[in-house]
C-alpha cells in the first residue's frame, strides 16, 4: 500500500493550495458538509478529484466498508482483548436494537441512563444527603484517563444546570492534588463518585482511598455509605469499598475507557450539566454516528477527514497534527482528544503483528487560540515541517453583550486569519516589496527577508459549530472518535487497546517496593538504584 500513498506525494509535489482555489471558486462548497451543528471544511486540504479517488480506493482495499459495519454490529472489533466496541449504543437511538456478539444491549443502556437520571434529579433537588442530613454541595469525580478526562472537559466546557453543586476533579496521586481538593470541602457536604472499570486502577484506588479516610475521620466508618457512589463493571469490589447497590452505576467491557464519556461514566458531567443537556450530548453525537454510518463517501466528514490525515502522515511523511479551539471553555479539548488520537491509534504493529513502515497516530499538540498564536503557531507559520491544523470555533459568542459580541468577532477573526495565512504564506519577493516601501536599506532587506519569509501551504481544517451546546460539542467528538477510527482502519492496527500502558504500571509497583526498602536490590539499570539510593538518603535527611 506503501507506493500508493507515495504516488499521492508524487501527485502534489509542487503544487500550492492556493492555486487549488484559483483554479476552482466553488472548492470551499464541495469540501464542506454540515451536520448536527457543525459546519466541517477541508478545503484547505491537498485534495482534488484525482486524490478523492484514490483516498476512497485506500479505504476500500483495507475493507473499510466491512469494518464499519462490524463495528456498528456490535462485532469483536477489539480483537486484542476479544470484544465489541460499541459505545454507539450508549448515545443511539432507542428504537433500534443495538446488539454485542448477537445479544441486545439496548434495554439495559436504558436502565442505566434512566438509573444516572434519578440519581441526579435526586442531587438536584437535595434529596442525596450526607450522614449529617446535610444536602450535598460538592461533587468529587476520582478517576483517570477516559474516567477523568471526558467529564472535566464538558464540566469546563459547558455550563451547570441551575441547581448543580459544585464540581471537583481528582485524579493524581500527587497528594498536592488532594491536598487542595480536600482543603477548601466540608466533608459533611461532599460526595465522592469514584469512576474506575475494574474497580483496581491504581492512582484511581489510592485517591479513593485517602478520600474514604478523610469521610470516615470526620463523620465516622459508618459515613461512607453516605458519601460515595461507584461506576465500575466490578461489583464486588464495589460493595467490598463500602459503596450501597442504589449508588452502583454501570457499564460495560465493550465500552472502552476513552469512549465511556457516554455511558455512567459521565455521571459527574451528567451531574453537572442536568439529564436534558446531557442526552442533548447523547443526540449530537448520535446524529454524527447516523452520518458515519449512512452519508455518501465524499461528502462522509470522518471518512474523509481521517483519509486526509492518513495522507498527511503515510504520503506526505507529517508527523504532527494541532487542535486549536477558538473558546477558552473548550481549554481541555486538546487535552481530551491527546488521549483518544495518541492511546488509540499509537502503534507500531499490525494487527497480525507486522511491524509499520511509517509513524502511526500523529503526535497532536493543543491549545486554545489566540493563547497558542504566542505559543506554538511560530512552529507551524515557520518551521521546516508542515502540521496540519484543526481550527474549531462557534459562530455564535452565547452572549447578547455588545463589548462580548465584538470580542468574539475579533476571535473569529483571529482563527480565520491563522487559517488563511498558513495555506497562503507571504513569499520573499513580497517581503523584499514590502520592506522597500517602508524605506529599509538593501542590506537590511537582505539579511531580514528570509527571516519574513512564510512557506504557506501548510493544510487545515475549519469546523464551526452554530453555538457552543450540548449538541454540537456532542456531535464534535463522536466526529474525531470515528476519524480515529478510520485512520485505524487504513493502518490495520487496533484502536481500541491500549497495551502501551501497560508496562509502566508494572514496572511502578516494582518501584514502589524499592523506594520502600533500604537497599538497591530489583531489576533495572544502575542510574536506577542509585536514584533510588539518592531519593532515600533525602527522606532520612528530612526525617533526622
Same mark, same amino acid.
Given at each position: 500500500?506503501?507506493?500508493?500513498?507515495?504516488?499521492?506525494?508524487?501527485?502534489?509535489?509542487?503544487?500550492?493550495?492556493?492555486?487549488?482555489?484559483?483554479?476552482?471558486?466553488?472548492?470551499?462548497?464541495?469540501?464542506?458538509?454540515?451536520?448536527?451543528?457543525?459546519?466541517?471544511?477541508?478545503?484547505?486540504?491537498?485534495?482534488?478529484? !484525482?486524490?478523492?479517488?484514490?483516498?476512497?480506493?485506500?479505504?476500500?482495499?483495507?475493507?473499510?466498508?466491512?469494518?464499519?459495519?462490524?463495528?456498528?454490529?456490535? &462485532?469483536?472489533?477489539? @480483537?486484542?482483548?476479544?470484544?465489541? @466496541? *460499541?459505545?454507539?449504543?450508549?448515545?443511539?437511538?432507542?428504537?433500534?436494537?443495538?446488539? =454485542?456478539?448477537?445479544?441486545?444491549?439496548? +434495554?439495559?443502556? &436504558?436502565? &442505566?441512563? $434512566?438509573?444516572?437520571? $434519578?440519581?441526579?434529579?435526586?442531587?438536584?433537588?437535595?434529596?442525596?444527603?450526607?450522614?449529617?442530613?446535610?444536602?450535598?454541595?460538592?461533587?468529587?469525580?476520582?478517576?483517570?484517563?477516559?474516567?477523568?478526562?471526558?467529564?472535566?472537559?464538558?464540566?469546563?466546557? +459547558?455550563?451547570?444546570?441551575?441547581?448543580?453543586?459544585?464540581?471537583?476533579?481528582?485524579?493524581?496521586?500527587?497528594?498536592?492534588?488532594?491536598?487542595?481538593?480536600?482543603?477548601?470541602?466540608?466533608?459533611?457536604? !461532599?460526595?465522592?463518585?469514584? =469512576?474506575?472499570?475494574? #474497580?483496581?486502577?491504581?492512582?484511581?484506588?489510592?485517591?479513593?482511598?485517602?478520600?474514604?479516610?478523610?469521610?470516615?475521620?470526620?463523620?465516622?466508618?459508618?459515613?461512607?455509605?453516605?458519601?460515595?457512589?461507584?461506576?465500575? !463493571?466490578?461489583?464486588?469490589?464495589?460493595?467490598? #469499598?463500602?459503596?450501597?447497590?442504589?449508588?452502583?452505576?454501570?457499564?460495560?467491557?465493550?465500552?472502552?475507557?476513552?469512549?465511556?464519556?457516554?455511558?455512567?461514566?459521565?455521571?459527574?458531567?451528567?451531574?453537572?450539566?442536568?439529564?436534558?443537556?446531557?442526552?442533548?450530548?447523547?443526540?449530537?453525537?448520535?446524529?454524527?454516528?447516523?452520518?458515519?454510518?449512512?452519508?455518501?463517501? @465524499?461528502? %462522509?466528514?470522518?471518512?474523509?477527514?481521517?483519509?486526509?490525515?492518513?495522507?498527511?502522515?503515510?504520503?506526505?511523511?507529517?508527523?504532527?497534527?494541532?487542535?486549536?479551539?477558538?473558546?477558552?471553555?473548550?481549554?481541555? *479539548?486538546?487535552?481530551? #482528544?491527546?488521549?483518544? =488520537?495518541?492511546?488509540? %491509534?499509537?502503534?507500531?504493529? !499490525?494487527?497480525?503483528?507486522?511491524?509499520?513502515?511509517?509513524?502511526?497516530?500523529? +503526535?497532536?499538540?493543543?491549545?486554545?487560540?489566540?493563547?497558542?498564536?504566542?505559543?506554538?503557531?511560530?512552529?507551524?507559520?515557520?518551521?521546516? *515541517?508542515?502540521?496540519?491544523?484543526?481550527?474549531?470555533? @462557534?459562530?455564535?459568542?452565547?452572549?447578547?453583550? &455588545?463589548?462580548?459580541?465584538?470580542?468574539?468577532?475579533?476571535?473569529?477573526?483571529? /482563527?480565520?486569519?491563522?487559517?488563511?495565512?498558513?495555506?497562503?504564506?507571504?513569499?520573499?519577493?513580497?517581503?523584499?516589496?514590502?520592506?522597500?516601501?517602508?524605506?529599509?536599506?538593501?542590506?537590511?532587506?537582505?539579511?531580514?527577508?528570509?527571516?519574513?519569509?512564510?512557506?504557506? %501551504?501548510?493544510?487545515?481544517?475549519?469546523? +464551526?459549530?452554530?453555538?457552543?451546546?450540548?449538541?454540537?460539542?456532542?456531535?464534535?467528538?463522536? *466526529?474525531?472518535?470515528?476519524? =480515529?477510527?478510520?485512520?485505524? /482502519?487504513?493502518?490495520?492496527? %487496533?484502536?481500541?487497546?491500549?497495551?502501551?500502558?501497560?508496562?509502566?504500571?508494572?514496572?511502578?509497583?516494582?518501584?514502589?517496593?524499592?523506594?520502600?526498602?533500604?537497599?538497591?536490590?530489583?531489576?533495572?539499570?544502575?542510574?536506577?538504584?542509585?536514584?533510588?539510593?539518592?531519593?532515600?538518603?533525602?527522606?532520612?535527611?528530612?526525617?533526622?
Amino acid at each position: 500500500m506503501q507506493e500508493k500513498w507515495d504516488a499521492l506525494r508524487r501527485h502534489w509535489e509542487g503544487a500550492r493550495l492556493s492555486e487549488l482555489f484559483a483554479r476552482d471558486p466553488d472548492r470551499a462548497k464541495r469540501h464542506c458538509v454540515e451536520v448536527a451543528g457543525l459546519r466541517i471544511d477541508w478545503s484547505r486540504q491537498f485534495l482534488d478529484s !484525482t486524490t478523492q479517488q484514490q483516498l476512497l480506493a485506500l479505504a476500500g482495499e483495507c475493507g473499510f466498508g466491512a469494518q464499519r459495519q462490524a463495528l456498528f454490529q456490535g &462485532e469483536v472489533v477489539n @480483537a486484542s482483548e476479544g470484544r465489541a @466496541a *460499541l459505545h454507539m449504543a450508549l448515545r443511539g437511538p432507542a428504537n433500534r436494537d443495538w446488539r =454485542v456478539a448477537g445479544s441486545s444491549v439496548s +434495554l439495559a443502556v &436504558e436502565a &442505566e441512563l $434512566a438509573h444516572m437520571e $434519578a440519581f441526579v434529579a435526586a442531587v438536584h433537588a437535595g434529596q442525596v444527603k450526607g450522614a449529617t442530613g446535610a444536602p450535598i454541595r460538592d461533587v468529587v469525580n476520582i478517576g483517570i484517563g477516559g474516567s477523568h478526562l471526558g467529564p472535566e472537559m464538558l464540566a469546563t466546557a +459547558l455550563p451547570a444546570a441551575k441547581k448543580a453543586p459544585r464540581l471537583h476533579f481528582l485524579s493524581n496521586v500527587d497528594p498536592a492534588q488532594s491536598e487542595r481538593i480536600l482543603g477548601s470541602l466540608d466533608p459533611a457536604e !461532599t460526595l465522592f463518585i469514584v =469512576v474506575s472499570k475494574s #474497580f483496581t486502577s491504581r492512582e484511581t484506588m489510592i485517591n479513593a482511598g485517602e478520600a474514604r479516610g478523610w469521610i470516615a475521620r470526620a463523620l465516622g466508618e459508618t459515613a461512607v455509605v453516605d458519601h460515595f457512589a461507584a461506576v465500575s !463493571t466490578n461489583e464486588d469490589k464495589v460493595r467490598a #469499598f463500602g459503596i450501597c447497590a442504589e449508588r452502583q452505576f454501570r457499564f460495560w467491557d465493550w465500552v472502552g475507557g476513552r469512549y465511556s464519556l457516554w455511558s455512567s461514566a459521565g455521571l459527574a458531567a451528567a451531574v453537572h450539566l442536568g439529564m436534558p443537556r446531557f442526552h442533548e450530548l447523547l443526540d449530537g453525537a448520535a446524529a454524527m454516528d447516523r452520518h458515519f454510518e449512512s452519508a455518501p463517501d @465524499a461528502e %462522509n466528514a470522518p471518512l474523509m477527514m481521517g483519509l486526509l490525515d492518513l495522507q498527511s502522515i503515510m504520503a506526505f511523511g507529517w508527523p504532527a497534527w494541532a487542535v486549536v479551539p477558538y473558546a477558552d471553555s473548550l481549554r481541555l *479539548l486538546p487535552d481530551y #482528544f491527546q488521549q483518544l =488520537v495518541m492511546e488509540s %491509534n499509537g502503534k507500531g504493529v !499490525t494487527q497480525t503483528g507486522g511491524a509499520l513502515i511509517r509513524q502511526s497516530g500523529p +503526535l497532536l499538540l493543543g491549545g486554545i487560540g489566540t493563547d497558542a498564536q504566542h505559543a506554538f503557531f511560530q512552529l507551524l507559520h515557520q518551521g521546516p *515541517l508542515p502540521v496540519p491544523v484543526d481550527f474549531i470555533a @462557534a459562530a455564535r459568542s452565547g452572549s447578547q453583550n &455588545e463589548s462580548a459580541t465584538r470580542r468574539h468577532q475579533v476571535l473569529l477573526a483571529n /482563527c480565520l486569519a491563522q487559517a488563511q495565512a498558513l495555506a497562503e504564506g507571504r513569499s520573499e519577493a513580497a517581503v523584499r516589496q514590502a520592506m522597500e516601501q517602508a524605506g529599509l536599506d538593501a542590506a537590511t532587506i537582505k539579511s531580514l527577508a528570509p527571516q519574513k519569509r512564510f512557506p504557506g %501551504n501548510r493544510p487545515s481544517n475549519l469546523l +464551526l459549530m452554530r453555538e457552543l451546546c450540548p449538541q454540537s460539542l456532542g456531535a464534535l467528538i463522536a *466526529l474525531y472518535e470515528h476519524r =480515529v477510527f478510520v485512520q485505524a /482502519c487504513l493502518l490495520g492496527i %487496533n484502536p481500541f487497546d491500549q497495551m502501551g500502558v501497560e508496562l509502566g504500571k508494572q514496572l511502578a509497583r516494582e518501584m514502589e517496593k524499592r523506594l520502600g526498602a533500604e537497599g538497591r536490590e530489583g531489576s533495572g539499570d544502575s542510574a536506577v538504584a542509585e536514584t533510588i539510593t539518592w531519593l532515600q538518603q533525602q527522606w532520612r535527611e528530612q526525617t533526622s
